[in-house]
Nanobody, 121 residues
Framework: QVQLVESGGGLVQAGGSLRLSCAAF????????MGWFRQASGKERQFVAR????????YYVDSVKGRFTISRDNGKNTLYLQMNNLKPDDTAVYYC??????????????WGQGTQVTVSS
């Protein structure tokens, strides 16, 4: 069983930056595709970005392209989301997720508990 633990959320002003981390425990992540999702209050969970097992392939939702970067360090068993030029609409609980599919497809099988990101205007 894989346990995912997010960190790095917080309160930031619009235009600022945050870096989220997701540490994995119980199993190495190197063979898993990984992703980030977010859920704003009163809204459905939304896909944000995903990365292949090697980090060589990535995919983003249009609203974060050019501002967010997903990356991974398999040696540290950790996934990252660098968020720049944050906007109030980015306010949400951010979740990391793991997929048995090592590429950019497939469903996500493992989920973290989430970390709150709040962007003030």
């Amino acid at each position: 069983q894989v346990q995912l633990v997010e960190s790095g959320g917080g309160l930031v002003q619009a235009g600022g930056s945050l870096r989220l981390s997701c540490a994995a425990f119980g199993r190495t992540l190197s063979s898993y595709g990984m992703g980030w999702f977010r859920q704003a209050s009163g809204k459905e969970r939304q896909f944000v970005a995903r990365v292949s097992w090697s980090g060589g392939s990535t995919y983003y939702v249009d609203s974060v392209k050019g501002r967010f970067t997903i990356s991974r360090d398999n040696g540290k068993n950790t996934l990252y989301l660098q968020m720049n030029n944050l906007k109030p609409d980015d306010t949400a609980v951010y979740y990391c997720a793991g997929s048995r599919d090592p590429g950019l497809g497939g469903r996500f099988d493992y989920w973290g508990q989430g970390t709150q990101v709040t962007v003030s205007s």
